[in-house]
């Protein structure tokens, strides 16, 4: 058995593993930026392989996509082309000056401790113009207060990519006292290459807990809600307007630096 994050390290293989064939989160949140009157300038803080980067970029929008994986960022560069991608942390980082910061996919959730959570919400109050908005979707940490349905098995997924099967077998836990939920992800394939095991943790954050740190360094909550989202069953469509309920395993956050 070996260790390494397969999917981070493989950004092609990240792509084939979670298609987004329709660009439904790029879209989701060029509607939230509309509707909330965002300007042109926009940081996708944590981009990953910079398919949302790039459609951002294609609806007009000047896009800077950001992410600590230099694999990553090759990819963006190299199949994604228009944003400018730059290595940066997200707990910590000044890249300039925005309209906008977006963190998809539960990228603000690698902040695991409150003193990485407010590196991220003070780099974000430094980069944004006044009245800039911050959009985030992650996981809902309130969905685990009483429910174990996502704990008590292990989600098997097969796909082929290049000739080869692939199998992942992801286990979630939740450690209490971190305020963590740690994910356990098995790799096999169908070449008799040795599995490869992937750890990995998200900040598992409550939706009044997210509140008052937006408060803290001052953001007015303009929407925060359950779905619909990206990823949500059934997803956001369009023209479909935000919920009003922090219930579901998804969370999503729009909320605007307020000016003095």
């Known amino acids: 058995m070996t260790s390494g994050n397969l999917l981070t390290d493989t950004p092609a293989l990240y792509e084939a593993r979670f298609p987004d064939t329709e660009r439904l989160a790029a ?104 009245g800039g908005l911050l959009l985030a979707e992650m996981r809902n940490g309130a969905y685990f207060l009483g429910r174990t349905d996502l704990l008590n098995r292990s989600a098997v997924n097969e796909f082929t990519w290049q000739g080869r099967t692939y199998r992942s077998t992801t286990t979630l836990t939740v450690d209490r006292t971190a305020q963590l939920l740690r994910r356990t992800r098995m790799w096999a394939t169908d070449d008799g290459s040795p599995p490869v095991e992937q750890r990995s943790a998200w900040r598992l954050l409550f939706p009044q807990e997210l509140r008052h740190f937006l408060a803290a360094h001052g953001f007015e909550v303009l929407e925060l809600h359950d779905g619909p989202g990206p990823r949500t069953e059934p997803p956001w469509q369009p023209g479909e307007l935000p919920g009003t309920t922090t219930d579901a395993d998804r969370l999503h956050v729009v909320a605007r630096l307020c000016t003095l």
């Open 27 to 130: 879209r989701w949140t060029e509607d939230c930026l509309r509707r909330h009157g965002a300007g042109p300038r926009v940081l996708d803080m944590g981009c990953g392989t910079g398919r949302d980067a790039a459609a951002l970029h294609a609806a007009g929008r000047t896009v800077t996509g950001a992410d600590l994986s230099e694999a990553m960022l090759t990819h963006a560069r190299t199949h994604h082309p228009g944003p400018e991608y730059v290595r940066a942390d997200l707990h910590g980082f000044a890249l300039g000056r925005f309209d906008a910061v977006v963190c998809l996919d539960s990228s603000l959730l690698y902040c695991h401790t409150n003193d990485q959570l407010d590196g991220f919400l003070a780099s974000c109050r430094e980069a944004l113009a006044p």
